[in-house]
């Protein structure tokens, strides 16, 4: 019996390792590491990414792995980053997405060009640069074989944030996930923001329907002016400087609405449908 335990133990590990084993430069024929694995946390990554690092910084960047594989005159370099949670990777990859391309079903997203790659599953955002000998030769097949065999390595969720589907899709220009200050609002600590042709909307999760509700309520003593809309729960529209004819309601323990509309009522109208929408 203790050996059979031993045996399931050593079992359980083996397939752990395997599983992490997402760093590897042999997931396409002819590559080789080449030097170190990189290893960085939030107190020194700046000496990788230098100004780029507060980038990683705001979407609760913890934990970058990565390696350098080598293929002839062609390098490739692998950057897993490890975020707080899954909606943060989700968010750094649609902060780094290219927004005339399509999203790709690589986990929660990802996007393949000719000499890059990323993608985000669960808590963990990966980007693959190739720098290639031929600048214009085209690394999509190397790069989509590493990142399916990474994909099969991570663990975590494949789909995006439940909140990006409850916006309205016509008209759609652009979904962001934004770290912090939504709506430039430092009552807005952190949520969605959908850009339209005209307008935007925003979702901002609460932890409780009295914390919104509470949040709600400053908002709307910031603003000279707000009267009241009839939108989910409780909610109010105005005219306000810098963010138009905009209306902010609550549904549960999420805050929604609509901003730079030509006018109030514009808002209530579209924030009616959101409502709507929202689980």
Same mark, same amino acid.
């Given at each position: 019996?203790?050996?059979?335990g !031993?045996?399931?133990?050593?079992?359980?590990?083996?397939?752990?390792?395997?599983?992490?084993?997402?760093?590897?430069?042999?997931?396409?024929?002819? !590559?080789?590491?080449?030097?170190?694995k990189? %290893?960085?946390?939030?107190d020194?990554?700046?000496?990788?990414?230098?100004?780029?690092?507060?980038?990683?910084?705001?979407?609760?960047?913890?934990?970058?792995?990565?390696?350098?594989?080598?293929?002839?005159? %062609?390098?490739?370099?692998?950057?897993?980053?490890?975020m707080?949670?899954?909606?943060?990777?989700?968010?750094?990859?649609?902060?780094?997405?290219? /927004?005339?391309?399509p999203?790709?079903?690589?986990?929660?997203?990802? =996007?393949?060009?000719?000499? /890059?790659?990323?993608?985000?599953?669960?808590?963990?955002?990966?980007?693959?640069?190739?720098?290639?000998?031929?600048?214009? &030769?085209?690394? &999509?097949?190397?790069?989509?074989?590493f990142?399916?065999?990474?994909?099969?390595?991570?663990?975590?969720?494949?789909?995006?944030?439940e909140a990006?589907? !409850?916006?309205? =899709?016509?008209?759609?220009?652009?979904?962001?996930?934004?770290?912090? /200050?939504?709506?430039?609002?430092?009552?807005?600590? &952190?949520?969605?923001?959908?850009?339209?042709? =005209?307008?935007?909307?925003?979702?901002?999760?609460?932890?409780?329907?009295?914390a919104?509700?509470?949040?709600?309520k400053s908002?709307?003593?910031r603003?000279?002016?707000a009267?009241?809309a009839?939108?989910?729960?409780?909610?109010?529209q105005?005219?306000?400087?810098?963010?138009?004819?905009?209306?902010?309601?609550?549904?549960?323990?999420?805050?929604?609405?609509?901003? %730079?509309?030509?006018?109030?009522?514009?808002?209530v109208?579209?924030?009616?449908?959101?409502a709507?929408?929202?689980?």
């Amino acid at each position: 019996m203790r050996a059979a335990g !031993w045996a399931l133990t050593l079992l359980l590990a083996t397939g752990t390792a395997g599983a992490q084993d997402y760093l590897n430069c042999h997931f396409a024929p002819g !590559w080789e590491p080449s030097g170190a694995k990189r %290893n960085y946390t939030a107190d020194n990554l700046y000496e990788y990414k230098d100004g780029g690092a507060e980038g990683y910084l705001q979407y609760g960047f913890v934990h970058m792995q990565g390696v350098t594989c080598a293929s002839g005159g %062609n390098t490739l370099d692998i950057d897993v980053s490890e975020m707080s949670d899954a909606d943060s990777a989700y968010g750094m990859f649609a902060a780094n997405a290219d /927004s005339g391309l399509p999203i790709a079903r690589m986990g929660m997203g990802g =996007q393949v060009q000719k000499q /890059s790659a990323r993608f985000a599953k669960g808590k963990y955002y990966v980007e693959l640069v190739v720098t290639a000998a031929n600048t214009e &030769s085209d690394q &999509s097949v190397t790069l989509k074989a590493f990142a399916a065999a990474m994909l099969e390595r991570l663990e975590g969720r494949v789909s995006p944030p439940e909140a990006l589907a !409850w916006f309205l =899709q016509e008209d759609l220009a652009s979904v962001q996930v934004v770290p912090q /200050s939504v709506l430039g609002l430092r009552e807005l600590k &952190s949520g969605y923001v959908a850009k339209y042709k =005209q307008g935007q909307a925003f979702i901002v999760p609460e932890a409780s329907p009295e914390a919104a509700a509470a949040v709600l309520k400053s908002l709307r003593a910031r603003f000279d002016g707000a009267a009241p809309a009839a939108v989910g729960d409780e909610g109010f529209q105005v005219k306000a400087q810098y963010l138009g004819g905009l209306c902010f309601f609550r549904k549960g323990r999420t805050l929604a609405g609509y901003a %730079n509309l030509p006018a109030a009522g514009d808002a209530v109208a579209l924030a009616g449908k959101l409502a709507a929408r929202i689980r």
